[in-house]
């Protein structure tokens, strides 16, 4: 079916004394049995590739390939493919992907590729991610930016609300205990208030406040005390809150800070700037009627994951409408990435160790302004992610009155989370959720406007070290050119 070029059985072995490199091949595109072939197996070989964990839809396998030119290809679900982001040759046997490994005495002619250090070897690579990218032009940007800006204007709320389901909102008047309890047992991040006596909802109870009342309780001189929550209503959290805020915060913003609201016919991009620029991760859509005096009725919570999930949707079928959808993530300004040897960040990426405390892991959150951050072990490979909604599990059986936050780390925490999942929903939707530098930015979205997704942690093919993440907000700032 092909042609055959140097090669070495498998690409495993080779004769006595021929040099080998470990190459990487990658297939980033799912599926559910991959296999690789190649002019180094003699295209009479289909070697199986395995997924990696925690990201089932790309498959790697490592193969020793001798100084030379090489073709391969995908035979994926009984198909055979190419990955269009590889260099490639048209010949009589169809579309291949090539590479060329460079020896001793040679220089490498037709691929860009290069090492990176994997299980303590260097190897060649053919994971996407390592080549030579094309880059978009400031006219297809404009054009898919424009696109994109003119379907969210002429979209409006009301198209996000589901055909059933439910919105829970909360009396100011409820004890605080009582109202984490709530979140906790219903499954859900945060809720809005209302307030009967003036008749409208007034604020939004959410994970933020949870952590900054734990923080208050593990102060030395805190007004708060563990007693006080069972009683200490909303309301008066609320009050409260303006003077603990502006200790934290140290921006200078309003506090009590006004209800961010849209109603059903607001258009989506004025709803997804509401949410960017109040940094919230989600507005209630209340419909209020003038006329008839009748109490406002809340219809939804607006987020940018349904939002993104609209233009996924209007999008999937003409995706060559949009060019920005076929550049790979890492081609473009996009997310925060850990800056490699040599690089500044003036937004440093923020991770976490498992053995650090909880109440330091609280702080970077709250100082850092972010809703989650990566876990990661002495080689920054992913272990877990510690996101702001986390928080609410110590809401069950009062666990937060029976720990310090400085004694319990972030591994003991997380595990607390794990033994006690809330009976309803669930406030993450699968951890962990990754995706690779070579990912097209249209994939990303597709995977970020599943319910429960806020942010992709972007992981290196294999060992899983980290090397950026990606949010909503990230995603939205770049197609809306903020």
């Given at each position: 079916m092909f042609s055959s070029t140097l090669d070495n059985s498998r690409g495993n072995s080779?004769?006595?004394?021929?040099?080998?490199?470990p190459t990487r091949f990658v297939w980033p595109y799912g599926g559910r049995r991959v296999y690789l072939s190649g002019?180094?197996?003699?295209?009479?070989?289909?070697?199986?590739?395995?997924?990696?964990?925690?990201?089932?839809?790309?498959?790697?396998?490592?193969?020793?390939?001798?100084?030379?030119y090489h073709q391969y290809k995908f035979f994926v679900d009984g198909e055979w493919r190419h990955d269009e982001h590889q260099p490639f040759v048209t010949g009589n046997g169809g579309v291949v992907n090539t590479i060329f490994i460079t020896g001793p005495d040679m220089v490498a002619t037709s691929c860009n590729s290069s090492s990176m250090d994997?299980?303590?070897?260097?190897?060649?690579?053919?994971?996407?991610?390592?080549?030579?990218?094309?880059?978009?032009?400031?006219?297809?940007?404009?054009?898919?930016?424009?696109?994109?800006?003119?379907?969210?204007?002429?979209?409006?709320?009301?198209?996000?609300?589901?055909?059933?389901g439910k919105v829970i909102a909360l009396d100011v008047n409820l004890p605080v205990k009582q109202a984490f309890h709530i979140l906790y047992e219903?499954?859900?991040?945060?809720?809005?208030?209302?307030?009967?006596?003036?008749?409208?909802?007034?604020?939004?109870?959410?994970?933020?406040?949870?952590?900054?009342?734990?923080?208050?309780?593990?102060?030395?001189?805190?007004n708060l005390t563990e007693e006080e929550l069972e009683t200490h209503t909303i309301a008066a959290w609320k009050e409260g809150k303006a003077h603990i805020c502006r200790q934290y915060d140290g921006i200078g913003r309003?506090?009590?800070?006004?209800?961010?609201?849209?109603?059903?016919?607001?258009?989506?991009?004025?709803?997804?700037?509401?949410?960017?620029?109040?940094?919230?991760?989600?507005?209630?859509?209340?419909?209020?009627?003038?006329q008839d005096g009748s109490y406002p009725q809340l219809l939804h919570l607006a987020s940018l994951s349904g939002i993104l999930k609209c233009i996924c949707r209007y999008f999937r079928h003409s995706s060559s409408s949009l060019p920005i959808l076929q550049q790979p993530i890492c081609s473009i300004p996009l997310?925060?990435?850990?800056?490699?040897?040599?690089?500044?960040?003036?937004?440093?990426?923020?991770?976490?160790?498992?053995?650090?405390?909880?109440?330091s892991a609280l702080t970077l959150l709250v100082q850092a302004q972010v809703s989650s951050i990566p876990v990661v072990d002495d080689n920054d490979s992913l272990i877990d992610i510690y996101s702001r909604s986390d928080i609410t599990a110590l809401a069950k059986d009062k666990a937060y009155a029976q720990i310090h936050l400085d004694d319990m780390t972030?591994?003991?925490?997380?595990?607390?989370?794990?033994?006690?999942?809330?009976?309803?929903?669930?406030?993450?939707?699968?951890?962990?959720?990754?995706?690779?530098?070579s990912d097209s930015l249209?994939?990303?979205?597709?995977?970020?406007?599943?319910?429960?997704?806020?942010?992709?942690?972007?992981?290196?093919?294999?060992?899983?070290?980290?090397?950026?993440?990606?949010?909503?907000?990230?995603v939205f700032r770049f197609l809306l050119g903020l």
């Open positions: 080779a004769a006595a004394g021929q040099v080998v490199t002019s180094f197996t003699r295209w009479t070989e289909h070697v199986p590739m395995s997924p990696i964990e925690g990201c089932a839809t790309v498959f790697q396998v490592i193969c020793n390939l001798t100084p030379g994997v299980d303590d070897f260097s190897q060649r690579t053919a994971d996407p991610s390592q080549e030579s990218i094309p880059r978009m032009s400031g006219g297809d940007l404009e054009m898919s930016r424009h696109r994109i800006s003119a379907l969210l204007s002429n979209r409006t709320a009301y198209e996000l609300l589901p055909e059933s219903q499954g859900i991040p945060l809720a809005p208030l209302w307030d009967f006596g003036k008749g409208q909802f007034v604020g939004v109870l959410g994970p933020l406040d949870f952590i900054i009342i734990l923080r208050e309780l593990g102060t030395h001189g805190s309003q506090y009590p800070r006004p209800l961010v609201q849209v109603g059903p016919y607001d258009n989506l991009k004025d709803v997804a700037l509401k949410i960017l620029q109040n940094k919230v991760a989600a507005v209630p859509v209340i419909y209020s009627s003038l997310g925060t990435w850990v800056p490699r040897i040599g690089e500044s960040s003036s937004k440093p990426l923020a991770t976490l160790k498992p053995h650090a405390s909880l109440g972030v591994h003991q925490a997380l595990q607390l989370g794990q033994d006690s999942s809330p009976p309803y929903g669930s406030l993450n939707g699968p951890r962990c959720q990754m995706c690779l530098r249209g994939k990303v979205m597709e995977r970020l406007a599943n319910p429960g997704v806020r942010r992709l942690v972007i992981v290196e093919a294999g060992s899983k070290r980290v090397e950026g993440i990606i949010s909503l907000s990230d």
